[in-house]
């Protein structure tokens, strides 16, 4: 495949923090298999329609592992590190995952409930006393998430400030030098090895200690194995969470209603929050894929050794799958929506990240009923990136 020549661009661009890349309604209509160049100069195959995402989610010939080899394709000049679950196939993938998600249960998640409740709480709180207006980012969307993973992880109190400054470091796509976000991720692997090390000689209830004390037949995870896992959960599940938060309370307070659309019933909540995972994509794109072998998607051949990208925002927004899929709509049901994957990688952390939006939310209306934006829609901005997008501020007031 021919390298830094021109074309189609990836990811597209936005027009406003409101509306998806226009060029996706195009793509599924006209190429749903479209040749693009990503920000390395590389080329890859970008998949828009419902069913070819889904296919290149889940398809065994379209690896993980591959994104690190040498010679494959590159989203960026700077991979994704080996050795995690995002950059893993079976059988070293499923071995790795089936440790962690035999740790990491939906029935911790449930125990964790009434903290990551008081959690919210800690943060409205002060928010509140502040009279408003605010920067609901700064408030909460940003602190929120990061509080939720100490929890998880088991990191003392005492450690989380500067716990959630490396992280903070580590997350920022701007605000840090290459060789600051270097020596934070060490500071911070550095830490997570002596938390660690703690856990092993006096285990508590977190994830850390449950993973320190999981083992196979091939015995417990390895000390390298389970640092990575640490950071693997805070960088899939911190900015990812920080983003949907920002953007579901953004459409909200764009829809007559409001926050008063939060409603009080589990199972109405639990939809509620799915059509806002549906329409709030975490990115302007999906993840990427390099093919293993010769397939054939959509009529169109790929030749193995390409990059392919399964966009999960254009598939969500598929008008064969999801009627006026641009609306929001709160009482939409049952729509399997593909914002946390398909297949094999399937979000680990989804049970965590819907309880955590399901109790944000919840304690949000409670808190604040009158929640509204404090500056027109038209002049809230998306941070988009690579990984991740974000608002850049959410400003609002209430009373
Ligand atoms: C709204 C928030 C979130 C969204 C939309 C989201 C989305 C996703 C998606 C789309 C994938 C699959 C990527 C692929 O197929 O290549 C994924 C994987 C993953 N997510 Fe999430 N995620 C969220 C929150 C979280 C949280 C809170 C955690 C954990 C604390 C987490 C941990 C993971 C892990 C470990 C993987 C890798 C799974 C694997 O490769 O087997 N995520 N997530």
Not at 20 to 35: I, T
Not at 301 to 324: H, L, Q, W
């Amino acid at each position: 495949m021919p390298h830094h020549s021109s074309g189609r661009s990836y990811p597209p661009v936005r027009r406003s923090a409101t509306d998806l890349p226009e060029e996706y309604a195009q793509l599924r209509a006209g190429a749903p298999v479209a040749e693009v160049v990503m920000p390395s100069g590389d080329h890859a195959y970008l998949m828009s329609r419902y069913d070819d995402v889904r296919t290149v989610l889940s398809d065994a010939r379209c690896s993980r592992a591959a994104t690190v080899l040498p010679e494959s394709p590159k989203l960026t000049a700077v991979p994704f590190d080996a050795g995690g679950l995002f950059t893993m196939d079976p059988p070293e993938h499923t071995r790795l995952r089936s440790l962690v998600a035999g740790a990491f249960t939906a029935r911790r998640v449930e125990l964790l409930r009434p903290r990551i409740r008081e959690l919210a709480d800690e943060l409205l709180g002060p928010m509140a006393e502040g009279g408003g207006p605010a920067d609901f980012n700064e408030a909460f969307a940003f602190p929120f998430p990061v509080a939720v993973i100490c929890e998880l992880l088991g990191v003392p109190f005492a450690d989380r400030e500067m716990f959630r400054g490396w992280s903070d470091a580590i997350l920022s796509l701007t605000a840090h030098t290459a060789q600051e976000m270097l020596e934070h991720k060490l500071a911070l692997v550095g830490y997570l090895q002596g938390l660690a090390a703690e856990k092993r000689r006096t285990p508590g209830d977190d994830l850390l200690s449950a993973l320190v004390g999981v083992h196979d037949d091939e015995g417990p995870l390895t000390e390298h194995e389970l640092i990575t896992m640490a950071m693997t959960l805070l960088i899939a599940g911190h900015e990812t969470t920080v983003g949907v938060l920002g953007t579901s309370v953004f459409t909200l307070l764009r829809h007559d209603g409001g926050l008063g659309l939060v409603p009080s019933g589990e199972e109405e909540l639990a939809a509620l929050v799915e059509e806002l995972l549906r329409v709030n994509p975490i990115g302007d794109g999906g993840p990427l894929r390099v093919t293993t072998a010769d397939i054939e998607v959509a009529g169109t051949k790929v030749a193995a050794g390409s990059a392919v990208i399964g966009a999960i925002c254009s598939a969500n927004r598929d008008e064969s799958r999801f009627p006026d899929p641009d609306r929001f709509d709160p009482s939409r049901r049952g729509t399997a929506h593909l914002a946390f994957g398909f297949g094999p990688h399937y979000c680990l952390g989804a049970p965590l990240a819907r309880a955590e939006l399901q109790i944000a939310l919840t304690a949000l209306a409670r808190c604040f009923p009158s929640l509204r934006l404090a500056v027109p829609a038209a002049d809230v901005k998306m941070h988009t990136g690579l990984l991740v997008n974000r608002l850049e501020s959410l400003p609002v007031e209430w009373g």
